[in-house]
């Protein structure tokens, strides 16, 4: 069974400049996550989807970051203007939907670590 | 909101020696994971154990939900156990299924 996939793996930026993430899914993960992981800390909640509408965006700064799954599948997630404090690791994940499922644990992709200088 | 605290914050370990990792939480939870992150930044999930007593090969689990702890016991450690390890928890009533994410133990085991 293939994992998360995300890209890129890598990105560096200066500030004021946009920039965008991709996740795929594990198949038939109704539930996907965004979560923020600055260094030395453990991953923050940005937004969860369900399917293709938002659960939870209650810690996404809305003033700069957007996220989408118009199609309840692949999601993107945008910075536009990016600020130095963004430099992070930005992981997704995805889970079966906890509406239809007892356990839903959550499968975590690789990331994407952003250099904002 | 809910609060999550791992314990000790580092760890250094000889091969072969047996450790005890703990996470307390503050509130009553749907959901607890234990994760394991490696040097290359991966999240591998370990554990998922709302409660009760799991095991997996050298690694297990416990849960005791009504005292709001959990326990991650590494038996016989390699240096490939090396890594941070998160515990991650699920408030009861939050509204969504989003973790909430400990600071980590480091792991690390010398040869």
């Known amino acids: 069974e293939a994992g998360v996939a995300q890209s890129p793996r890598y990105k560096i930026i200066e500030k004021r400049q946009s920039v965008a993430f991709w996740c795929n899914p594990i198949?038939?993960?109704?539930?996907l996550y965004w979560y923020q992981q600055i260094l030395g800390q453990g991953p923050k909640l940005l937004i969860q989807?369900?399917?293709?509408?938002?659960?939870?965006d209650s810690q996404l700064p809305k003033d700069r970051f957007s996220a989408e799954r118009l199609k309840g599948v692949d999601s993107t997630l945008k910075i536009q203007p990016a600020k130095l404090e963004d430099s992070a690791v930005y992981l997704c994940?995805?889970?079966?939907?906890?509406?239809?499922?007892?356990?839903?644990?959550?499968?975590f992709g690789p990331g994407t670590r952003l250099t904002v200088l | 909101g809910i609060q999550v605290e791992q314990s000790p914050p580092d760890l250094i370990l000889q091969e072969g020696a047996n450790s005890t990792l703990r996470c307390n939480f503050s509130?009553?939870?749907?959901?607890l994971q234990w994760f394991h992150q490696n040097p290359w930044g991966q999240l591998i999930n370990l554990f998922y154990i709302p409660s009760g007593t799991k095991q997996n090969g050298r690694l297990s689990a416990t849960t005791v939900a009504t005292e709001r702890y959990s326990l991650l016991y590494i038996s016989s450690s390699q240096t490939t156990d090396s890594g941070v390890y998160f515990c991650a928890v699920e408030p009861l009533g939050g509204g969504s299924e989003k973790l909430v994410f400990g600071k980590g133990t480091k792991l690390t085991v010398n040869p």
């Open positions: 994940a995805s889970s079966l939907s906890p509406l239809t499922s007892a356990i839903y644990t959550q499968y």
């Open positions: 989807f369900q399917n293709n509408g938002v659960v939870d």
């Open positions: 509130d009553s939870v749907n959901n």
């Open positions: 198949s038939g993960h109704a539930t």
